[in-house]
Structure formats: structure tokens, C-alpha cells
């Protein structure tokens, strides 16, 4: 699943209205797709996020150096904030209803 797939589900699954904003850069000469509400990226909006979804939030510096949502389990690898924002959308995206019918979300665990 693509970060914008991710966010997307995980907007979804928040309630939240979500549209992309295609953007053309006259220097750089290309085209991006760009979000303004972004978990993945924004702490405010990941703590925003977790609190709606009534989800729970396990980090660990000291032992394993991962952090974990809604049985998602993301290793820091040097940065414990991008991974426990990471943690929090997968767990978030994976409540997402939205999902076609051939598709079967991952399981969500809260212990």
C-alpha cells in the first residue's frame, strides 16, 4: 500500500474529508500531488488521529526500539517519530470500511 493509499484509508476510517490538490511547479517543470493533512508526516495530526480512533500507543526506546499501534509494529531505525506516526496511520488505516469487497483489511489488535 502507497502512503497516499494509507492516508487515504486511514482518513476514511477517521471520518475525515480527504481530497488531493494537484500541484504543477513551473521551476522544477513537474507535477505532484499534495495533501495538506498528513499524519505521516505531522505530529499534531497523528496525535489528532490516535485520540479520534480511541487507539492505543506502545513506544519503546530502550529495549526493542520500535513503537506499536493497533497491533502494527514499526522499527525506529534512528527516527522514533516518523515510526510511531507510521504505527498510528497503518493501525488507523486498517479499521478503513471503505474497502473494496474483495479486500480484507488487516486485523487490528488493542491489548
Given at each position: 500500500m502507497?502512503?497516499?493509499?494509507l492516508l487515504e484509508a486511514a482518513a476514511r476510517a477517521a471520518g475525515i474529508d480527504y481530497g488531493w490538490q494537484h500541484i504543477y511547479d513551473d521551476?522544477?517543470?513537474?507535477?505532484?500531488?499534495?495533501?495538506?493533512?498528513?499524519?505521516?508526516?505531522?505530529?499534531?495530526?497523528?496525535?489528532r488521529l490516535l485520540v479520534k480512533l480511541g487507539l492505543r500507543l506502545y513506544t519503546s526506546v530502550v529495549d526493542g526500539k520500535e513503537?506499536?499501534?493497533?497491533?502494527?509494529?514499526?522499527a525506529h531505525r534512528g527516527d522514533a517519530f516518523t515510526a510511531t506516526r507510521r504505527a498510528i496511520v497503518r493501525a488507523a488505516?486498517?479499521?478503513?470500511?471503505?474497502?473494496?469487497?474483495?479486500?480484507?483489511?488487516p486485523q487490528v489488535g488493542f491489548d
Amino acid at each position: 500500500m502507497t502512503d497516499k493509499e494509507l492516508l487515504e484509508a486511514a482518513a476514511r476510517a477517521a471520518g475525515i474529508d480527504y481530497g488531493w490538490q494537484h500541484i504543477y511547479d513551473d521551476y522544477e517543470g513537474c507535477t505532484a500531488d499534495k495533501w495538506d493533512w498528513n499524519p505521516l508526516t505531522d505530529d499534531g495530526d497523528a496525535l489528532r488521529l490516535l485520540v479520534k480512533l480511541g487507539l492505543r500507543l506502545y513506544t519503546s526506546v530502550v529495549d526493542g526500539k520500535e513503537s506499536a499501534c493497533g497491533g502494527f509494529y514499526v522499527a525506529h531505525r534512528g527516527d522514533a517519530f516518523t515510526a510511531t506516526r507510521r504505527a498510528i496511520v497503518r493501525a488507523a488505516a486498517a479499521m478503513d470500511s471503505g474497502h473494496s469487497a474483495g479486500d480484507k483489511p488487516p486485523q487490528v489488535g488493542f491489548d
